[in-house]
């Protein structure tokens, strides 16, 4: 009887082990989560009101107040200093505030979520340094970050869908690495890179994408196509970039949000901002 129950307990293991390596299925451990509902009929995705934040006496964050409408392209400028990287921070859940709330439509209250929840929430971080698979080629990597998932091997188990292929290729048509796609991301101009990462979190579905210093070290025809890229974006999701080079600014800029030292000092178009005395005086040192 012992012997008879441990060759039923192997058939089952052998068995199981060829469902995990069959390739002609995706199991559901790497299909993408769906985001929650959030609820935009007040025409406002994300909201900051009174959030402050000190570190060691140091208010980093002071009583800021932001609204980003879904599908817009907003810039964020401001010296170092600013709250910028904070912000940030606080929206994606690094950082929890002292006081204020954040919330994502009117429906999902950030300060109550971590940051994988607000990930799954669809809300996607780009950092200024990329971070790719390097190892993997470009298709593996937008192929992993569909997955939703941090194992490779998981990954290269299953077979793709038809419309999760075509979902691929769309996005390596958006940025613009179609003749790149077999070849290792390691391999890439330091521009490419970023394009990629930004193709990466674009397979997640973000509602809202957050976007650092995307330009920096960038030739001036990198920074084209990146503000080519950034305002094709506009309209699919909500894109925050926060960015130094005045120039680039000024190529995609609609609205424009000036922060200092925590607070927005002014918004409004890129003209406006620009002729704005204080801004000038605390911004641009004039």
């Known amino acids: 009887m012992m012997v008879g129950e441990g060759l039923e307990q192997i058939q089952r293991s052998v068995q199981g082990m060829r469902e995990l390596l069959r390739r002609d299925q995706v199991f559901d451990f790497v299909q993408p989560e769906l985001h929650p509902a959030v609820d935009t009929r007040n025409n406002i995705l994300l909201y900051m009101e009174g959030v402050s934040v000190s570190f060691d006496g140091f208010k980093a964050i002071n009583d800021l107040n932001l609204y980003i409408e879904p599908g817009e392209l907003r810039c964020i400028i401001g010296?170092?200093?600013?709250g910028k990287t904070t912000m940030m921070d606080i929206i994606t859940g690094k950082t929890r505030p002292d006081e204020g709330q954040v919330w994502l439509g009117s429906s999902l209250n950030l300060l109550k979520m971590d940051e994988a929840a607000i990930a799954n929430a669809g809300i996607g971080r780009k950092f200024q340094k990329p971070s790719v698979f390097e190892a993997l080629t470009v298709w593996e990597n937008l192929e992993l970050a569909m997955a939703g998932i941090r194992n490779t091997v998981a990954v290269f188990r299953a077979r793709l869908s038809a419309v999760?292929?075509?979902e691929i290729k769309r996005i390596l048509s958006i940025i613009g690495l179609e003749k790149e796609r077999n070849g290792l991301a390691g391999?890439?101009?330091h521009g490419q890179k970023q394009w990629l990462e930004i193709g990466m979190l674009l397979m997640q579905k973000p509602q809202?994408?957050?976007v650092d210093e995307p330009v920096a070290g960038m030739t001036h025809q990198e920074m084209d196509r990146t503000a080519e890229l950034l305002?094709?974006?506009?309209g699919e999701q909500s894109v925050v970039v926060v960015e130094h080079?005045?120039?680039f600014i000024r190529s995609i800029a609609s609205t424009v949000t000036v922060l200092h030292q925590g607070q927005v000092l002014a918004e409004g178009t890129m003209a406006a901002v620009q002729s704005n005395d204080t801004v000038r005086e605390v911004y641009l040192g004039e």
């Open 79 to 82: 010296p170092n200093g600013a």
């Open 208 to 210: 809202l994408l957050l």
């Open 164 to 166: 999760q292929t075509d």
């Open 231 to 234: 305002l094709s974006l506009a």
């Open 187 to 189: 391999k890439l101009s």
């Open 245 to 247: 080079d005045m120039e």
